[in-house]
């Protein structure tokens, strides 16, 4: 669904942090967010986010999101 198999670019960003709260879905520190990467795809995004979730295992605190930057690129889009 990449670029390289011709398919349209459905942009995801995955990050994450630790939060402050369990309970609130406020960072505790912006400047230490974990950037992980934009992807082409939500397969893509989801295999790097199971990564950085699972390595992070120990720190209840510590969240990582994937967001559907193309939802927000175009909102009128339906996947």
Not at 25 to 43: A, S, W
């Amino acid at each position: 669904m990449s670029e390289e198999t011709g398919g349209k670019q459905l942009l995801h960003l995955v990050f994450g942090g630790e939060l402050k709260d369990l309970g609130e879905m406020q960072f505790r520190n912006l400047k230490e967010l974990d950037i992980v990467g934009i992807f082409p795809d939500y397969q893509s995004a989801l295999t790097a986010w199971r990564g950085k979730a699972q390595s992070t295992v120990d720190n209840a605190h510590m969240r990582y999101f994937i967001v559907h930057m193309h939802r927000l690129l175009d909102p009128t889009h339906k996947d």
